[in-house]
Each structure stands twice: as C-alpha cells, then as structure tokens.
C-alpha cells in the first residue's frame, strides 16, 4: 500500500512539473495588451477548474484512505504514516503555492497552463491510480485470509500436541509402573542370587545374606510387638463392649420395671376415678369412702416406695458407668 501511494505521489509531482513547463512556454502571449478585457473571466474560469481538480483529487485520495481505514488491521496501522506525510505534502506544497502566488508571472503562468490542461487527464489519471489502490486493497484482502489459514493451521497443531501430550503423560505413568514392578522382581531376583551364591559357598554372598536375613528378622520383631500392641487394644475395646453391654441390659431392665409401675399408676388413677365417680354417684359414707382412700392412699405410698427404690438404683447405676 505504501508503494501504491508512493507511485501515485510521483505522478501527481510529474503532472505538477508539466503544468510549470507548460505555464513557462505559454507565459508571454496571455500577459499581452490584447487580452485586456478577458483576464477577469478567465482568471475566474480557471481558479473554479484548479478548485475542481483539488477537489476531486482531494475527494480520491479521502476514498482511498476511507477504503483503507475500513480494510484489517495493518491497513489501519499504515494509515496514520500515510496520513502524516501526505498533509506533510500537502502543506510544503501549499506553502510553495503561496509563494509563488504572491509574484504576478507565476499569477500570468497560471491562466496559461490551466487553459492547456484539461480536467479530464487530472479525472483520468486520478481513477487509474485509484483503482490500483484498491487492487492493492483486493491482495492485501487475500493475504489476509492467507494470514487466517495459516492461524487455524497452527491452532490445529497446537490440538493435535495437545492431544500428544496427554498420551505421552499416561504413557509416562503407565512406564513408572512397570518400572516398579521390574524393581520389586529385580529385589526377588537378587536374594535368590545371593541364595544361591551362599549355596555355592561365596563368603560375600553369605555376608548379604545373612544381613538380608537381620533385616528381616527385625521387621519380623517389630511386627510381632504392634501384633501384640493390636491384640491389646482389641482386648480392651471387647471389655468396654461388654460393660456396656451389661449397663445396656440393667438400664433396660430398669426401663421395664419403671414402664409396669407407671403403667400400674395409671390403673390406680384410673381406679381412683371411677371410685371417686362412684362415690359422687352412689353418696357411700363418709367411713366407706375414707377406708378406701386410706388403702389406695397406703398402696400409692408403697409404689412410691417402689419408684424411690428404683430411682435409687438408676443413680447407683449412673454413678459406676
């Protein structure tokens, strides 16, 4: 895109560079006597055709930048570079309009070349460059999606390591256990070696051995004493199972006794009713009547007694568990 624009700069600098050769070869018959009356209108004609012309080339060049604001992210990315020196040209070539405007032969120079250039070449060469810029657009278009392609491309490829990673890992761990069970036959393998190298009367081999055999039996001894340890232990917890076993059954004994004097309670409240009932219904004297309240009177504190007794056995019972 840069070169794009700079080709179109070079042709826009070589058209300016025709118009001051054209404005020096035509300068002396327009500044004659005889054209007196029409310097006006002309002049008039032509600063309307030079408006036309910047316009037009200014509109191209806003189209062009608009297209290219409007593409990816490395359109936008040049765009500001672009922009900073074409108003770097634009006002370096202003300045120079300026000065040469301020002298009358340039102002002369001016009428002449505008008269010989017309505004369909300017029109012309601006939509040549115009659509070379957009083709440029069009390929920078294609590279892009060329840039997409290749960014699935790799982020399949990042799957398929992924992928390979995670075998590779199981894999890894699958090895870490056929390694140790190839050191546990290897550990199996060598005491029979230094077995059978003792056999065979190797002093070394019986050396191993036998210190192989030492190990053995003070891991042999150890386990015997938490062996022992253990049965401890089981021993006690039976005896705690036992005892509260026991203080299970004596409570639930406890239980049913309280349960047969409550229930009989009830029976002597309910007796105590209907006595009462009866008494109010049937108008028992007073002798009668006091007879058997004193005899319920004497059974209730008998099952009083009774449930003190027992109350008295639950907190003996408390008290030892």
């Not at 060469?125 to 840039?147: T, V």
């Not at 990042?158 to 390694?179: G, P």
């Not at 036998?210 to 042999?220: D, F, M, V, W």
């Amino acid at each position: 895109f840069i070169e794009k624009f700079q080709e179109v700069k070079e042709s826009t600098r070589s058209a300016a560079q025709h118009k001051t050769q054209a404005n020096g070869s035509v300068g002396t018959p327009v500044t004659s006597s005889s054209c007196s009356p029409c310097p006006s209108s002309r002049s008039h004609r032509l600063d309307e055709s030079e408006e036309s012309v910047s316009t037009n080339t200014h509109i191209g060049l806003e189209n062009v930048l608009n297209a290219a604001s409007l593409h990816q992210n490395d359109i936008n990315a040049l765009k500001s570079p672009l922009t900073a020196h074409q108003r770097s040209q634009s006002l370096s070539g202003l300045q120079a309009n300026k000065v040469l405007t301020e002298s009358p032969k340039h102002h002369k120079d001016k009428l002449g070349s505008t008269i010989l250039l017309p505004q369909s070449t300017t029109e012309a060469q601006l939509r040549y460059e115009n659509d070379r810029l957009k083709l440029a657009l069009a390929q920078s278009s294609a590279n892009a999606k060329k840039w997409e392609i290749e960014l699935q491309t790799l982020k399949n490829n990042n799957s398929r390591l992924t992928n390979a990673l995670q075998e590779s890992t199981a894999n890894v761990e699958e090895w870490k256990k056929q390694l140790q069970a190839l050191k546990d036959e290897n550990s199996k393998m060598r005491l029979k070696v230094i077995e059978l190298e003792a056999s065979h009367g190797n002093p070394e081999a019986i050396a191993e051995l036998r210190k192989e055999i030492g190990n053995l039996r003070t891991k042999a001894e150890s386990l015997d004493v938490e062996v022992k340890q253990k049965d401890k232990e089981i021993e006690l917890m039976k005896e705690r199972l036992e005892e509260r076993i026991h203080i299970y059954s004596t409570n639930q004994n406890v239980e049913d006794k309280l349960k047969m004097l409550l229930n009989e309670n009830e029976n002597l409240r309910t007796q105590l009713n209907r006595l009462q009932d009866q008494s109010d219904t049937s108008k028992v004297s007073d002798k009668a009547k006091k007879s058997m309240l004193d005899q319920l009177n004497v059974r209730l504190a008998l099952n009083i007694q009774e449930l003190r007794s027992i109350q008295q056995e639950l907190t003996a019972l408390l008290n030892t568990s």
